[in-house]
């Protein structure tokens, strides 16, 4: 029997936290990212996050191409998996803009949440949180990163 494994649905900004290094945010991410590295959960993004994350914490300077070896290494796993942007997901992101005027990028990424059947969207974008449960079918869970277990300690 083989054991159920969440699967989560990261926003851009998630890959950010953890890249740049952001105070709190990081910690809880990495956390996660080694969970899904011993298969204990599923990490699902979409190809437009290659993109997205070069525009660095907020408030913050972006990242440079001097970070692109930091910024690949972040992506070359095999327990992150990419969902490919389709026609018919540009059509349910522009929709989901219409709709909840979720901003074109949010939109993509909700799409491919919803495409990768993801059990929960985790980001840090407090205005695509209020939306939760209000796409996909069933309805999509969208909250901020956390980890059930206990975090390492800081010594």
Do not use: C
């Given at each position: 029997?083989?054991?159920?494994?969440?699967?989560?649905?990261?926003?851009?900004?998630?890959?950010?936290?953890?890249?740049?290094?952001?105070?709190?945010?990081?910690?809880?991410?990495?956390?996660?990212?080694?969970?899904?590295?011993?298969?204990?959960?599923q990490?699902?993004?979409?190809?437009?996050?290659?993109?997205?994350?070069?525009?660095?914490?907020?408030?913050?300077?972006?990242?440079?191409?001097?970070?692109?070896?930091?910024?690949?290494?972040?992506?070359?796993?095999?327990?992150?998996?990419?969902?490919?942007?389709?026609?018919?997901?540009?059509?349910?992101?522009?929709?989901?803009?219409?709709?909840?005027?979720?901003?074109?990028?949010?939109?993509?990424?909700?799409?491919?949440?919803i495409?990768?059947?993801?059990?929960?969207?985790?980001?840090?974008?407090?205005?695509?949180?209020?939306?939760?449960?209000?796409?996909?079918?069933?309805?999509?869970?969208?909250?901020?990163?956390?980890?059930?277990g206990?975090?390492?300690?800081?010594?």
């Amino acid at each position: 029997m083989s054991e159920i494994r969440a699967r989560r649905y990261w926003d851009a900004n998630v890959f950010i936290a953890l890249i740049a290094g952001e105070e709190e945010r990081a910690d809880v991410v990495q956390v996660i990212l080694e969970a899904a590295q011993r298969g204990e959960t599923q990490i699902y993004t979409s190809a437009l996050t290659l993109l997205e994350v070069v525009k660095g914490p907020e408030r913050k300077p972006p990242l440079s191409q001097a970070d692109e070896e930091r910024i690949r290494a972040y992506f070359e796993h095999e327990f992150i998996i990419f969902v490919p942007f389709t026609w018919d997901m540009g059509a349910a992101a522009r929709d989901l803009h219409w709709r909840h005027r979720v901003a074109p990028n949010d939109a993509v990424h909700v799409a491919s949440a919803i495409r990768a059947r993801a059990d929960v969207l985790e980001t840090y974008d407090h205005k695509l949180r209020k939306i939760s449960e209000q796409v996909g079918d069933p309805p999509l869970t969208i909250v901020e990163p956390a980890w059930e277990g206990d975090l390492p300690m800081q010594l």
